[in-house]
């Protein structure tokens, strides 16, 4: 395992339509980070998991965006009915740290970029 | 300071010559500072994490600063390399809070 990998690369949607992107993390990091950049913007914090518990949800993930991690290892987002406004990179990272303590350095994946028509 | 913000958004600078940039950001319940070197098509790779007020770390030609007090940060690069045309990312962290908020970034291009 030589890092975060997302799959896929890029992704070409049509608006409305649903889509799902697959984060797998660094083998043994607990914690898991989904952020999204969009044009001339720094990456933009989403949610993370602690396990399998999403434990924080920012206020840009609407009700149309799903993340889950169900067995605590790779995760899952999945937008629905999308829209132009979705277009963007959306990167996760990963982090290893002791329950319940603060991480330290997050491992990011090289992203899927979206695109909605 | 409320957001963190890098400066310049971008720079051309000559092969050889040296450059820095400047990451300012919020310094009331801070953690940690982090520089991210990303490079198109690639993953964001990690630079430096900083926490102490007057931390200094060095990579190579690469070093950056810390200042927690003022809320800033200094990346130096030396003799600049065609391979260190990248966007250079800072984000900071705070005490209790997991997500890394991020600056726009730096997009240093070296020209041969």
């Not at chain 1, 406004?85 to 329950?99: I, K, R, T």
């Not at chain 1, 303590?101 to 994946?109: A, D, V």
């Not at chain 2, 190579?60 to 200094?74: M, Q, V």
Request: charged fraction near 20%.
């Amino acid at each position: 395992d030589t890092g975060v990998s997302q799959n896929p690369r890029h992704k070409i949607t049509k608006r409305g339509q649903n889509v799902t992107f697959r984060c797998d993390p660094i083998s043994e990091h607990n914690r898991l980070y989904w952020y999204r950049q969009t044009l001339g913007q720094g990456p933009e914090f989403l949610t993370y998991f602690q396990n399998e518990a999403q434990l924080e949800k920012s206020r840009l993930l609407s009700d149309r965006f799903s993340a889950e991690r169900p067995k605590g290892s790779f995760s899952t987002l999945e937008i629905q009915r999308t829209e132009q406004g979705d277009s963007a990179m959306y990167l996760c990272a990963s982090s290893s740290a002791p329950s319940g303590g603060p991480s330290y350095e997050q491992y990011f994946g090289p992203g899927t970029r979206l695109t909605v028509t | 300071i409320l957001n963190v913000e890098q400066s310049p958004q971008s720079l051309h600078v000559q092969e050889g010559d040296s450059t820095n940039f400047t990451c300012s950001f919020p310094s009331s319940n801070f953690y940690a500072l982090h520089w991210y070197r990303w490079e198109t098509a690639k993953s964001p790779e990690a630079l430096f994490v900083m926490t102490l007020n007057g931390d200094e770390k060095k990579k190579g030609r690469i070093s950056a600063t810390l200042n927690t007090k003022e809320g800033y940060s200094y990346l130096y690069i030396k003799g600049s390399q065609p391979e260190d045309s990248a966007t250079y990312l800072c984000a900071s962290s705070n005490f209790g809070n997991e997500k890394l908020t991020f600056g726009t970034g730096t997009r240093l291009t070296i020209i041969p």
